[in-house]
């Protein structure tokens, strides 16, 4: 027997997008449910549980803002969270709010058709189960797609086979063992420093090495967590008004106005501050090669430095722009390559040659290994909405509408896909942000919107072509005048092979895109179809 269930709002994904969503509709008296494949809450974090697993944004800022007595009681313990710490805080969030009543684990959604006849969606699950809802909230995740390349061979690998995104809830033991970790991304780089401590050997398979900067975590003292929770609203503030929502502000100076020793001066006054607000040492390092040379020298500077063996250290140095492909946070990670049970291998141009039962090839030579790391990453921003089958009006697929690459209007609706909204979708500044409060505003426009949309007996909104193509316009514009091009990132889809090339976050920062959501809003939401029961 398979269930349907009738709601105002389905939501799909419990990380902490789905979780706020949940709890915002329903205080306005909404019926909503989330549905989620994991079979616990916190998303990201309930699934990349590998060793080292850590946010790299400051836990202080890494929380939600919109409860008051929340913000307030949680203690965080360490300068940047664990993972495990993140996900306890989570489960606290559903626990307080009460939230567990309306969320539904161990559900995969297959399928979502819109009706449009009903002027609703119908979304159906792995089991068959179906939820007829008036409005479908995408809050499946940016990174949440695990992507497993096609390693020829991987399957007759006689030995255990890990992805970082999808590790074991069970402790996973690699003492004297044989390991290998494919992948220099910021996982690996959180992986690569744990496992190291624990394998009798690991052997890192490179294939693009990536600029890795110091965390300096600690742990929180009460007085300093004390402080920050007296200021917090002002400090939530500054941090709105930054291009990503982080609590450092950019150096409005070009990197070339200052002689190139002031500039080292300052990138080590940043190195030494520690995180990922390392660029904001000036404000056209995203912008201007030469800017961007600077910061590019000074890193490979460190790892010379660092890295004892000259070899080791030139195959660690990496040659392209320095945040086009995001910045990885590490502690001690170039050290790890002093280790004697620690080898780098660069794969050649064509990557891993094969995989066998005992272990990798590459250019020729195979390394022998008990273990296999995948730290390979995401099908970023678009994979978690095409692994379901969305079907909007006319049938139009959503793999057929974004097969050049994702189009939609503000990050939040696809035009031909009515009253189906993406939570920090691409075309929405998302990843390029510190997430939360990113997720928190998305959560407050969609039920700011559906509130409006009910007042007015609205059944139907969709996101008209004109805007949507202005937006994508736009969005592409503001993308081509940066350096973001220059790389094969994620950003771009350029790891998942035949994905289209575009590049998917919106560059222009949180705070002009935060005017222009409220704007459209405030003018009846503007560049939106909207239909009330007659008019359909
Ligand atoms: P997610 O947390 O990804 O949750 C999406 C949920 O949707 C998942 O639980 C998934 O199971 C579910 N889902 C997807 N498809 C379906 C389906 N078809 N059916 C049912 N359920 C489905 N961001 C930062 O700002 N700072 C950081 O330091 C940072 N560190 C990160 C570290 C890692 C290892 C990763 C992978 C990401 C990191 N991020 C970071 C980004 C992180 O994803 C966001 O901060 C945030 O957790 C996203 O929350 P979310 O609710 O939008 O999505
Ligand atoms: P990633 O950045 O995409 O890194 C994947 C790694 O695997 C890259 O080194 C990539 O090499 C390599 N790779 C992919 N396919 C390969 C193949 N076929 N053969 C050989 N190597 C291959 O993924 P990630 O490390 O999981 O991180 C994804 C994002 O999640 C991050 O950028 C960040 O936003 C977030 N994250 C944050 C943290 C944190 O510190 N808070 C930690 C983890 C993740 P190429 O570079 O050559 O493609």
Partial sequence: MHSETRLDALIVGAGFAGLYMLHKLRGMGFSARVVDAASGVGGTWYWNRYPGARCDVESMYYSYAFDEDLEQEWEWTERYPSQPEILRYANHVADRFDLWPDIQLETRVVSAAYDEAAASWRVTTGTGDVFDARFCIMATGCLSAANTPEFDGLDEFGGRVF?????PHERVDFAGRRIGVIGTGSSAVQAIQEIAREAAHLT????????????FNRPLPAAEQREIKANYPAIRAAARKTFGGFNRMTNEQSALSVSEEECRRRLEEGWQAG??????????????????????????????????DPETAEKLLPHHVIGCKRLSLGTGYYATYNRANVSLVQLGEGGVDRITAEGVVSEGAEYRLDDLVLATGFDAMTGALARIDIRGRGGLTLRKAWEAGPRNYLGLMVNGFPNLFTITGPGSPSVLSNMMPTIEHHVEWIADCLGYLRDRKIREMEARLEAQDGWVEHANAVASKTLRYSCSSWYLGANVPGKPRVFMPYIGGMPSYREKCAAVAMAGYEGFRLATATAV
């Fill in 163 to 167: 992805h970082t995104g999808r590790w």
């Fill in 204 to 215: 890192v398979f490179q294939r693009t090495a990536a600029y890795v900067v110091e965390a």
């Fill in 275 to 308: 995180g990922i607000g390392f660029l904001t040492a000036y404000n056209d390092f995203g912008f201007s090669e030469a800017a961007n040379m600077r910061a590019q020298e000074f890193v490979r500077d460190k790892i010379r430095e660092t890295v004892k």
